[in-house]
């Protein structure tokens, strides 16, 4: 990061959000061993006023739960969350609830998000009469306004969830999650349930949003295609730990860890072209109760050391703005 | 063998061969009709892809085909030939003698496929048993358990002898889809029918999954069809891809070609919303809108609403006609050089 830029609307430093599992009565009385899930294992980032930060990384490695620590939905165990020059980690829930006008969740699911016994009004609506910004008769006014901008219509008032389609529902979310006039808004995974028509309608929407309303996103995607068009930057997660950030253009193009390799190398590409040879993994993701010792990616890595194995690589620069955590190219930056 | 074609072409006769196949579902809103004059051949050894978004009968079409289409739903017209049987006359031990051993189908969602009451070495001897010729007749659950071991170590079980007395639910979910390909290959049957194998999956683990099926297609040399919404999957795992829509089939072509040089303007849609990672400023365009409601379509082409290039004329049923070497699509425009 230069020093011109201006400060961040998020920053985020060494965040930890462990739980503990197995600690119920039972548990207690019997002296079962608590067992601990580092979900998200101190990670550190900032997102810049407008930008949109995307989080990939496969099905439990943290990125939601990360998404949602920093919203506060989930309290952190350590670490500090900066939102706009303020300290909101500590911050009481009744400052945290009026502070929630300015940052907003789209959610995956468009189906388990939307209460079905609320009209598209009442959904919609909740926020500014939960937050009382507008008076009764103002309130129908700026619903009807919203919805148009998320290209539903004033008829769609009165309708329910079910009588819409998962794109239409997934439009009724972003205007619950935009009627605030919120700044920063986490993306989560909000078209992975859709078909890919769909898809790409609600991809122009959050793109034409950002711009009209100045936004600030963090879109978190397992569809590296969808990260790679809406990011400015991106960030790599794996078990807990961000394994590489770094503007989207070259993490995506030239990836310096090995596993954001594999993983782009994984997507299947339709042009034969511009096949990657592919940085075959092996096994699964491990259990984030028993992560490996030293690299956590060190058990799938095809290029693992003895040092992988022992010591844990950290974040180092890697790269104009960028950063990565490798054993591997501390020899080569070495070298 | 039943011939269901002439043999003037030196193409070998199809091992699956579909024509005019209609499947309805009545609902109280009236007849869905879900599938809808598809006509499919599926050569041996060679891999067929299917794509359509969802509600485009790319499933039901398959599901036909093994005979799980539950009642009210039904099959209402066309023809289905499996290696010379005719399968729309098959009794229900017909169907067992045929499912499980000569085709075989994974399901999308492995975990709610697999019977969570039984131990996944249960499920896949239950198939061997029943349609294994070779093992013996004494100690026939002995000798299964033995090839069900093979079977998993060859989809990539770590620990395949240990973990097989586990369940399911004891599984990831990449682990799951391996099992069900495990216990549908058991038998080494001659068609895979391959049902959104990789959706649920993480791309790492799928690109674990499809190549794990390519391979075990070369080296059995069954056919497979692999039913899918990923264009990208189809490019790099088939050899002929047949494209759904509403329905029907819209175009269909060698992979490589149709790719390259689509002719429907769904076809064009599709590959257009593709998010390419070669090329980041290439924006996605999205179709407009939505596809239209099952019930009661006819006298039309079923993109029409949506499609950039329509005619007065396409307000008429569209056939299928030919635009290059084995590429045929439904559109009166598709032999139009546009850009």
């Known amino acids: 990061m230069t020093h011109q830029e201006p400060p961040p609307l998020l920053d985020v430093r060494n965040l930890e959000k462990v739980y503990h599992l197995n600690d119920g009565l039972l548990q207690r009385v019997m002296r079962e061993p608590p067992r601990v899930l580092r979900a998200v294992d101190y990670v550190s980032f900032s997102v810049q006023p407008g930008e949109t930060l995307g989080l990939i990384g496969e099905s439990g490695c943290g990125k939601s739960t990360l998404a949602r620590t920093v919203l506060r939905l989930h309290e952190p165990t350590s670490g500090s969350i900066v939102f706009d020059g303020k300290d909101i980690t500590r911050i009481p829930l009744a400052e945290m609830t009026a502070l929630r006008r300015r940052m907003q969740i789209i959610f995956q699911d468009p189906y388990a998000s939307l209460n079905p016994r609320k009209s598209v009004e009442q959904i919609v609506g909740l926020p500014l009469a939960l937050h009382g910004v507008a008076k009764r008769g103002e309130l129908r006014d700026r619903v009807v306004a919203m919805l148009e901008n998320v290209g539903l219509k004033s008829g769609h008032l009165g309708r329910y969830p079910h009588q819409f389609s998962g794109g239409q529902r997934q439009r009724i979310g972003i205007a619950r999650a935009l009627i605030l006039n919120p700044s920063f808004v986490v993306c989560d995974e909000p078209v992975s349930a859709l078909d890919v028509s769909v898809q790409a309608q609600i991809i122009a929407l959050l793109g034409t949003l950002k711009r009209e309303l100045g936004l600030t996103y963090l879109f978190i995607s397992h569809d590296i295609g969808v990260i790679g068009h809406v990011s400015d930057r991106v960030a790599v997660m794996y078990l807990g730990d961000i394994v590489e950030i770094g503007p989207t253009r070259a993490l995506l193009n030239a990836p310096s860890h090995p596993y954001t390799k594999a993983l782009l190398s994984a997507v299947p590409q339709i042009d034969a072209g511009s096949r990657r040879e592919r940085v075959k993994l092996t096994g699964d993701l491990p259990s984030p109760l028993a992560p490996p010792s030293g690299c956590k990616f060190h058990t799938r890595c095809p290029f693992a050391m003895d040092v992988c194995r022992r010591e844990a690589p950290v974040l180092r620069k890697n790269g104009r703005d960028a950063l990565a955590a490798c054993h591997l190219l501390e020899i080569e930056h070495a070298a | ?339």
């Open chain 2, 1 to 339: 063998m039943l011939l269901t074609r002439s043999s003037a072409t030196d193409r070998p006769a199809p091992l699956l061969s579909i024509r005019g196949l209609k499947t309805c579902f009545p609902t109280r809103a009236g007849l869905v009709t879900a599938v809808d004059g598809v006509d499919l051949d599926v050569q041996p050894g060679e891999c067929l892809g299917i794509v359509g978004e969802s509600g485009s009968g790319k499933s039901v079409t398959f599901a036909s085909v093994i005979g799980l289409i539950r009642p009210p739903g039904r099959i209402a017209e066309g023809s289905i030939h499996f290696d010379g049987a005719d399968l729309r006359t098959l009794d229900p031990g017909g169907w067992r003698r045929l499912r499980g051993r000569d085709i075989a189908m994974t399901m999308q969602d492995a975990l709610t496929a697999l019977n969570p009451a039984l131990t996944v070495a249960e499920q896949i001897c239950e198939v061997l048993v029943a349609h294994a010729q070779d093992l013996p007749r004494r100690n026939r659950w002995r000798a299964a358990r033995a090839r069900a071991i093979e079977m998993l170590r060859l989809v990539g079980i770590p620990a395949a002898e240990s973990r097989m007395d586990d369940y399911p639910h004891q599984f990831s979910g990449g682990m799951r889809q391996r099992i069900m390909i495990a216990i549908a290959l058991a038998c080494r049957p001659k068609l895979l029918i391959a049902d959104e194998p990789t959706t649920a999956l993480d791309v790492t683990i799928q690109a674990q999954v499809l190549d794990l099926i390519s391979d075990l297609r070369r080296e059995f040399g069954m056919s497979v069809v692999l039913i899918t919404h990923d264009l990208g999957v189809v490019a790099e795992h088939t050899d002929r891809v047949a494209v759904m829509y509403a329905g029907q089939i819209v175009e269909t072509g060698p992979t490589r070609d149709l790719i390259a040089h689509p002719r429907h303007p769904y076809t064009r849609g599709l590959i257009g919303l593709i998010p390419r990672l070669s090329d980041l400023d290439a924006p996605i365009k999205p179709i407009e809108g939505q596809v239209p409601d099952l019930i009661g379509l006819g006298g039309t082409c079923r993109f029409a609403d949506r499609c950039e290039l329509r005619l007065p004329e396409c307000r008429q049923d569209i056939p299928m006609r030919p635009v290059g070497a084995a590429h045929e699509a439904r559109c009166i425009r598709a032999g139009e050089d546009l850009p």
